[in-house]
């Protein structure tokens, strides 16, 4: 069965960092374009750093120069270093694969940033 595991979220304090990681079961992840969205509370899911198979990047403007997505396809790890972060930075942070007719989704892992 294909799953998508998430770790690493939590609650920290604003300025500080954390690393979520998603490992994905099956090699043929290695291929596939990987990254993270999230979900606060109210509010629509939303992309937050994607990754190519190849290494290519993309960020939503509001984590520019904060976050770092990077993969390690031998381990079919996806992670996403956040730094610098803010309360607004709270949500449900979900990993995503992107297969050519289906996009798998993992369960997701809370990340709190408060004081």
């Known amino acids: 069965q294909v799953q998508l595991v998430e770790s690493g979220g939590g609650l920290v304090q604003p300025g500080g960092s954390l690393r979520l990681s998603c490992t994905a079961s099956g090699s043929i992840f290695s291929i596939y374009p990987m990254g993270w969205y999230r979900q606060a509370p109210g509010k629509q899911r939303k992309l937050v750093a994607g990754?190519?198979?190849?290494?290519?990047?993309n960020y939503a403007d509001s984590v520019k120069g904060r976050f770092t997505i990077s993969r390690d396809n031998a381990k079919n790890t996806v992670y996403l270093q956040m730094n610098s972060l803010k309360t607004e930075d709270t949500a449900v942070y979900y990993c995503?694969?992107?297969?050519?007719?289906?996009?798998?989704w993992g369960q997701g892992t809370q990340v709190t940033v408060s004081s």
């Open positions: 990754i190519t198979s190849g290494g290519m990047t």
């Open positions: 995503y694969a992107r297969a050519p007719t289906y996009i798998y």
